[in-house]
């Protein structure tokens, strides 16, 4: 066993940053294809960890799962056991907007949830979950770096993705929302908690408002842009 329930790695074995795709698969593609000399640190429910470098740096990749709770609980042992300081999410989002496209790039500025995560936290009020700015910024100049369009604000995370209400998004898309995701708003909160980083990058795969869809080929190309730019972060952070 590891030093905490969920993740089989000893303390030390995990990067200061780190990059949290949703399935366990795209670690494990980002490992092979992207770091060097990566070395799995977890495999328990799956949930491939790899801690490699890219030019010249230290860096993991770790799948988080689908959902708020599986996020909360990664994002907790790997801030408050491990000692990650930079956690970067790179997902998939479906668009609330007609000019966010398919294989667009979403930078998640803010983070509105249908979730009651923030109760954890016995608040007088609501909390807004935000990203963290150095990221932020990091991710921006990554972005031109590698010349890259990316789009920036707020996004919804929510809690069903078959929702009773097929309509219930275009209540989010009037208030501006670009995109909806399940796995943001619990980390920027745990990340607020407990003294870390918290950005996440989102790559668009279909749009609620035109029907677009990407083909399975076209997600892999797509996200191969997000990782670029995730990985580009390294030299800012």
């Known amino acids: 066993m590891g030093a905490s329930i969920h993740i089989d790695a000893e303390i030390g074995e995990i990067a200061e940053t780190i990059l949290l795709p949703g399935d366990p698969l795209r670690a494990q593609f980002i490992a092979k294809n992207f770091l060097t000399d990566a070395v799995m640190f977890n495999e328990i429910r ?15 990749v770790m799948g988080t799962g689908m959902g708020m709770p599986s996020m909360a609980i990664y994002a907790h042992e790997l801030i408050t056991v491990y000692g990650c300081k930079n956690l970067i999410r790179i997902g998939s989002a479906g668009s609330y907007q007609e000019d966010v496209h398919t294989r667009d790039l979403v930078m998640a500025v803010a983070s509105s949830t249908d979730s009651r995560f923030e109760y954890t936290f016995d608040l007088p009020g609501h909390f807004s979950p935000n990203a963290d700015f150095d990221l932020m910024m990091a991710a921006q100049a990554s972005a031109l770096q590698e010349k890259i369009p990316m789009k920036a604000g707020n996004v919804a995370s929510v809690d069903v993705f078959y929702d009773d209400d097929t309509e219930v998004w275009k209540k989010w898309a009037k208030m501006g929302v670009l995109a909806v995701e399940m796995e943001s708003a619990a980390l920027y909160m745990n990340a607020a908690r407990y003294g870390a980083k918290a950005l996440t990058l989102l790559t668009i795969s279909d749009n609620f408002v035109t029907g677009e869809k990407l083909t399975p080929e076209e997600r892999e190309t797509s996200f191969t842009d997000m990782i670029r730019v995730a990985l580009g972060m390294l030299k800012y952070i």
């Open 46 to 60: 799956g949930m491939f960890g790899y801690t490699g470098t890219c030019n010249g740096r230290k860096v993991s």
